[in-house]
């Protein structure tokens, strides 16, 4: 009973007005904070305080190492295609990375010569072993045989569970106790009962939770930026009606393949978008901070154009001794600093792990599915 009670109060904060939280005491009573989190949340209230500008700070103040324009050294192919008899795999693709117990756990799309999707996990002690880690495909995992692309992994510390978040047609869900046993997955359930009618194209399904809320960030090929969410206490379920959060008059300034992640040390946000650019539409990505989840996302000044792109052909070098392989900066994952639903970024220390390919060899392809992407990582110069 009492914790319906605080699920309640909970409900009702969080339908305050949105300038309600600057209003807000910076401390909350520990009774109040500790029934919200019986009751499955991690607190609203505590989220609304939380989110107050400290003295002389500015809820747009983004990280001094953030502002643009930003410098990457990218390095030559991490991970390429590795086929075996069933899976006539010729691209990896959509990179999902986290760091755990002394490992690296990558789960990545795949797609073969007939054009069918799948994905892989691969696992290792550090980069240099990429090249040579051999793939587990995931069709060997009960349910997972069809159509299942895109993923997300992340540990969900209120469940104790680890999630893997990806594209199945409509956004999908999985959990498992140990990420690094792929076989364990669930079998694929999905976060919607079907398509809300705001929506009329969907892909590349993201969730960042912060301490009240878990929201879903999604893309459709058509210049709108999507967010749903639900309760952190009613995740995976629950979610609202999706609403844009952001949308370009042309498709390809906001495409797909959205990443966000909380800036560390800081409380702030960071989204990154993949965009098209130059007369050949080549990969980039677009850059956007916000103080807050349910909040308006800026551009990142001097980061989120094609001539001055967060990461693009225009801001990136290769390292020494290595051919430039790609023209194309594409759907991944930046490097985190830890591996829960926070999904923190150290904004002093910047990586990311992304798919690739020449303008050279994408244009030889008969169709997106037979693009022969590979894994490279983008290191930040400072």
């Not at 009329?200 to 878990?214: G, P, T, Y």
């Not at 960030?217 to 995740?235: L, V």
């Not at 909380?262 to 409380?267: A, N, T």
């Amino acid at each position: 009973m009492r914790a319906g009670l605080y699920r309640l109060v909970g409900r009702l904060v969080g339908r305050l007005p949105g300038r309600l939280p600057g209003l807000l005491p910076a401390g909350l009573p520990g009774w109040l904070m500790a029934g919200l989190a019986l009751a499955g949340l991690a607190g609203p209230l505590g989220t609304l305080a939380a989110q107050r500008p400290a003295a002389g700070q500015k809820n747009d103040q983004v990280t001094a190492n953030l502002t643009g324009p930003l410098k990457w050294t990218v390095t030559g192919p991490m991970v390429s295609a590795m086929p075996d008899a069933k899976h006539a795999v010729i691209s990896v693709k959509d990179p999902t990375v986290v760091r755990w117990r002394g490992k690296w756990l990558v789960y990545a799309t795949t797609a073969d010569r007939r054009g069918a999707w799948n994905m892989e996990f691969l696992t290792f002690k550090n980069w240099r072993q990429a090249g040579t880690a051999k793939p587990y495909f995931m069709d060997a995992t009960p349910g997972f045989a069809g159509y299942h692309c895109a993923p997300e992994l992340f540990y969900f510390r209120p469940q104790k569970k680890w999630y893997l978040i990806y594209q199945s047609g409509p956004p999908t869900y999985s959990t498992a106790d140990d990420p690094s046993k792929p076989e364990s997955w669930t079998k694929p359930q999905p976060l919607f009962a079907s398509r809300p009618a705001t929506v009329s194209a969907w892909l590349d399904f993201w969730v960042i939770c912060d301490r009240a809320k878990c929201y879903l960030f999604f893309s459709g090929d058509n210049g709108n930026f999507y967010r749903s969410e639900t309760w952190i206490g009613d995740f995976p379920k629950g979610w609202s009606t999706p609403r844009i959060a952001m949308h370009a008059g042309k498709a390809g300034d906001l495409y797909e393949a959205s990443n966000t992640y909380r800036l560390k040390g800081r409380g702030e946000y960071l989204t990154l978008i993949e965009a098209m650019g130059g007369k050949t539409g080549k990969r980039y990505f677009r850059a956007f901070v916000a103080s807050r989840l349910d909040g308006a996302w800026k551009p990142l000044a001097q980061a989120s154009t094609w001539d001055e792109p967060f990461l693009g052909e225009k801001n990136v070098s290769f390292a020494p001794g290595v051919a430039a392989w790609t023209s194309n900066l594409s759907h991944g994952e930046m490097i985190r600093a830890g591996f829960d639903e926070k999904l923190e970024i150290d904004p002093k220390h910047l990586e990311f792990v992304f798919q690739g390919v020449s303008a050279a060899d994408a244009a030889k392809a008969a169709n997106y599915s037979q693009i022969p992407w590979q894994l490279g990582i983008a290191r930040q110069q400072m």
